[in-house]
């Protein structure tokens, strides 16, 4: 068990469109889920932390009004990235922790490129 | 904050032993994680070791926690081509110690196993 699926696996949208990227526990319940983000040859960056039913919290340098997290139920959080920019072009990877315990799944990631 | 590093680049032959190292700053880590990303892909979790654990040993993969130093490693026996790939360590303090349970990645090591 602990599969986390994203979808899509790659968009290509156009500037100034919204993109929304899913993030789903399919065998397990996940309270929390945390999304990232990583440029080509880099490591992974926490974005934020989501909590089933309440606000999502933001790194510090991340725009919650671009990007916005929505955790409505404890196998679904999503990402919209919100009049999308070629400089947010990169690899979204989500993961998620089941209730009581530290370790985090994760996703296959989601590309996207920003025209 | 917490910092990881690790070393960019590891080539091997197949068939050897490969040995990835990391170094974090913050004594309060609890748990500490390898994970594989290969190309295009989410990440992958290999294994991980508690913070009160000197190694940990799972097939061929070997961990060795060195607390004082602040130094992890993963040893891969027997290295394979399949092993290609990049492997990120992160480091994590527990809830009850206010982590939050955040993941701080290292910088991520490319392996690369030769013929």
């Known amino acids: 068990g602990a599969v986390v699926s994203q979808h899509p696996s790659w968009v290509i949208c156009k500037s100034g469109t919204s993109v929304k990227i899913e993030c789903r526990s399919l065998d397990f319940q996940a309270t929390t889920m945390f999304w990232y983000r990583q440029f080509p040859k880099q490591s992974l960056m926490l974005m934020a932390t989501?909590?089933?039913?309440?606000?999502?919290?933001?790194e510090q340098g991340v725009e919650k009004d671009k990007f916005l997290i929505n955790h409505a139920s404890l196998t679904l959080s999503t990402l919209t990235v919100t009049s999308a920019h070629p400089e947010d072009s990169s690899f979204y990877i989500c993961?998620?922790?089941?209730?009581?315990?530290?370790?985090?799944?994760f996703g296959p990631g989601t590309r996207l490129t920003v025209l | 904050g917490e910092d990881v590093e690790q070393s960019l680049f590891l080539s091997v032959r197949e068939g050897d032993s490969s040995v990835i190292n990391c170094t974090y700053t913050?004594?309060?880590?609890?748990?500490l994680y390898w994970y594989k990303q290969e190309p295009g892909a989410g990440l992958q979790l290999l294994t991980y070791?508690?913070?009160?654990?000197d190694m940990k040993q799972d097939q061929r993969l070997t961990v060795l926690l060195n607390k004082k130093d602040k130094h992890l490693s993963l040893r891969i026996a027997d290295t394979q081509t399949g092993d290609s790939a990049i492997y990120f360590c992160?480091?994590?303090?527990?809830?009850?110690?206010?982590?939050?349970?955040?993941?701080?990645f290292g910088t991520g090591t490319q392996l690369k196993v030769e013929l």
């Open positions: 993961s998620a922790s089941r209730m009581g315990t530290d370790t985090q799944y």
């Open positions: 913050d004594s309060s880590s609890t748990y």
């Open positions: 070791i508690f913070s009160n654990m």
């Open positions: 992160a480091v994590q303090r527990n809830i009850l110690t206010g982590g939050g349970n955040k993941l701080t």
């Open positions: 989501s909590n089933e039913g309440s606000k999502a919290t933001y």
